[in-house]
């Protein structure tokens, strides 16, 4: 596996078809919510004496990433237009490499054109197909 699109096509795999879009968009965000807070325990368990646990914040990270798509799926992105997006943002904000001057001013904000309105299989279900 090389990119993000096939890692989500891997992962949707292993999805609850019988869900609903509604009950999977949260699935997603509890699920999520909940592997990042494994994450931070990972890291909590450092100031009580811990060692890092390299293998299991690997494994965390990686329960962080099926969530993500699965909540891709939900509105029906790919994870490889969210990630380019994501660096496009970054190359706005700062020109080279991070400086706090550039991400004190963020002008990737300030450049931020209307939102479209968002068409997803999430809103589409929700508003009985409408998708608004």
């Given at each position: 596996m090389?990119?993000?699109?096939e890692?989500?096509?891997?992962?949707?795999?292993?999805?609850?078809?019988?869900?609903?879009?509604?009950?999977m968009r949260e699935h997603a965000l509890y699920g999520l919510a909940a592997e990042v807070g494994e994450?931070?325990?990972?890291?909590?368990?450092?100031?009580?004496?811990?060692?890092m646990d390299d293998t299991a914040l690997r494994l965390e990270?990686?329960?962080?990433?099926?969530?993500?798509?699965?909540?891709c799926d939900v509105y029906g992105?790919?994870?490889s237009e969210i990630a380019a997006a994501n660096i496009a943002k970054l190359r706005v904000?700062?020109?080279?490499?991070?400086?706090?001057a550039?991400?004190?001013?963020?002008?990737?904000?300030?450049?931020?054109?209307?939102?479209?309105p968002v068409r997803s299989r999430y809103y589409a279900s929700v508003k009985?197909?409408?998708g608004k």
């Open positions: 090389t990119t993000f699109d890692y989500q096509s891997e992962a949707r795999r292993t999805q609850n078809p019988a869900l609903p879009t509604w009950a994450v931070l325990g990972i890291h909590q368990k450092i100031h009580q004496g811990h060692p990270i990686g329960d962080c990433l099926w969530f993500l798509a699965e909540l992105w790919h994870m904000r700062y020109r080279d490499k991070f400086t706090e550039e991400s004190r001013a963020r002008v990737d904000v300030a450049k931020k054109a209307k939102a479209e009985g197909g409408k």
